[in-house]
């Protein structure tokens, strides 16, 4: 019994030691924490204003690793000649550029005797689009007609019209420029003038020939003309239009559905 009695009290004797021996070194261990401390946090501060941190290592990059099969793609230039000379619907253009109509199956004799040069290959909407910048469009032929688009920029000679119609039975020439107010239509046949109408801002400066069964149906002996007459009506872009189309071809090209086609863009002399 007292065996059991003792075991206790021992047991408590002893941490009782143990407690008094932390004790007595307690403040001991204390001051090394805190020196410790201050150690780290002094070192802390003289490497923040002295040295460079050190930076922060890139994780190492993988390459792809690609198990599937490679394929490559060839790309074709498409050049500026192929784009030009993709055949399109024909398009209409009767305002604003002069052109001619030449009776004729043969656009290349068209432009040979025109004298025009350097004619390459052009669609409608490349060709009319030359046009602005001072060229020509010469149409394929239609209906036994070529076309030759931005030839009004300057006026033919008589003599022209003449030899022209001479060479190709005959010709045809037409300007409806709303913004200058020039409207002119003229035709020769053989070398001959049959009808040369024209009228700049209201005034008439060329007019021979007698109207054509054409002209008089379309109801112009109600416009100006260079001898006096009748002041009823001035023409306008839409008179020189049907004027065109009841000659020959309709710049509007709207009486026919023509196949694609290409024409040449050409510099003039």
Known sequence: MSLLLGLPLGIFRMLGVILMTLLRFAPVVIVLVLGVMLYR??????????DDPEPPRKAKKRAPNFTGPVVTVDYKEVKEEDVYAQPDTPAAFGYKPGWLAIRSRDPRAVMETLGLQNCRPANWTCGLSGVSTGKQ??????????LVVGAGEKQLSQERFAALSRRFSEVQFFVANRETSVFSWVKYQ???CIRAYAMSRGEVFLDEGELTMEEISLGFGRFPRKNGGSREDFPTCDSVLAIAAAWGIDPMLEQHHYPPSTGWLCTAE
């Open 137 to 146: 469009f010469v149409s394929p032929s239609l209906d036994g007609w070529v």
């Open 41 to 50: 946090k002094h070192r802390a501060m003289t490497r923040s204003d002295n």
């Open 190 to 192: 053989g070398g001959i």
